[in-house]
């Protein structure tokens, strides 16, 4: 699988959150080499704390394949899952999450402690730093501007 | 507040998912003295590995006030959240989680801790054991009857 190339695909999605004012995050859902869905975060624009990248590819996999189970699919994010994406990244027991920024706080729980420790009888492939410097470059700008 | 009345509310939504064969969670959202919203586990109905019932509550709640935060609000969930719920309780900045029966998984990460681990500057308030035996028992009979 080409990493690279979805991941792009997903930075793509990711500016266009960015046009809208949004934290740039966007993702891709993958499946036997079809891109299953994409989406970019929506929060601010649609007022619902929910509505990360993630979640609303996840919703728009399981509504194509009419299934709560995406069996063997991969998820690329541009930056790190928070709990709650990466919760619902097991939940839909999601095979395989490639992502690109490395969200690096302190203290923060891993994506990969949270997987092995939310009980679920799921074992997630974890990929990181695909794309790392595009992802970070996207983030910290907007994080910059929003500073002035 | 009454915390008892309140998850009645929300243990008749549970119920409401037992009739339809979904695992029995239900969830309500008050602010101020009102329901926000209410919801029950809909993830196999709906066939999204998201609709689990807080984050249905948490959606409805802010569209109700349309706003992405949900400051000073409290949720009362019949069981524990699982860690995709607890980062949405924890991203809409809702005050206070109060949930009844436990789900009790060895090596499982608690909410209390995955609340001060999720990278928000947020406190959570967190009180469990409400009408702990109703909830409990609500589960236990879900599963009991599927093992049949």
Known sequence: MDYNFYMNEALKLAKKA?????????????????????????????R??????????????????KDFRLNGATIFVTLEPCAMCLGAIMNARIETLV?????????VISCSELAERCGL???LKIIKDVQKEECEKLITSYFAEKRK
């Open 18 to 46: 960015y046009k809208k004012d949004e934290v740039p995050v966007g993702a891709i859902i993958v499946k036997e080499n079809k891109i299953l869905a994409r989406a970019f975060n929506l929060r601010q624009s649609k």
């Open 48 to 65: 619902r704390a929910t509505y990360h990248a993630e979640i609303l590819a996840i919703n728009k996999a399981c509504k194509k394949l």
């Open 99 to 107: 992502f690109g920024a490395t969200a690096n706080k302190e203290n």
């Open 121 to 123: 009888n799921h074992n």
